[in-house]
């Protein structure tokens, strides 16, 4: 079993930065791809950005690009989320959730085994 908790959400403005972060205990830390999930009331879960258990492989989504940054630091068991230049169609719940299959970093929904509880990020206009 893998217990992940999020953290660092919050509400900013527009053009504002913050860091998520997916704390991890249980299972080996090191041997997960993560990834960083986000749903918008009414809208499906969408994945934002994977990382492979190594760092090496990384996935970000189309809208993301250039804006966002995840990273890992396996020492602590812990991946983040940078998010820069936010914009309001950003606000969603945050959610990540680790693969046990190795390779690289998957984007579907289904391919994760485990999942945080989620935070909340809110960009206003």
């Known amino acids: 079993q893998v217990q992940l908790v999020e953290s660092g959400g919050g509400l900013v403005q527009a053009g504002g930065s913050l860091r998520l972060s997916c704390a991890a205990s249980g299972r080996t830390f090191s041997s997960l791809a993560i990834g960083w999930f986000r749903q918008a009331p009414g809208k499906e879960r969408d994945i934002v950005a994977a990382?492979?258990?190594?760092?090496?492989?990384?996935y970000y989504a189309d809208s993301v690009k250039g804006r966002f940054t995840i990273s890992r630091d396996n020492a602590k068991d812990t991946v983040y989320l940078q998010m820069n230049s936010l914009k309001p169609e950003d606000t969603a719940v945050y959610y990540c959730a680790a693969d046990r299959t190795p390779g690289r970093p998957r984007v579907v929904v289904t391919s994760y085994d485990y999942w945080g509880q989620g935070t909340q990020v809110t960009v206003s206009s």
């Open positions: 990382i492979s258990w190594s760092g090496a492989s990384t």
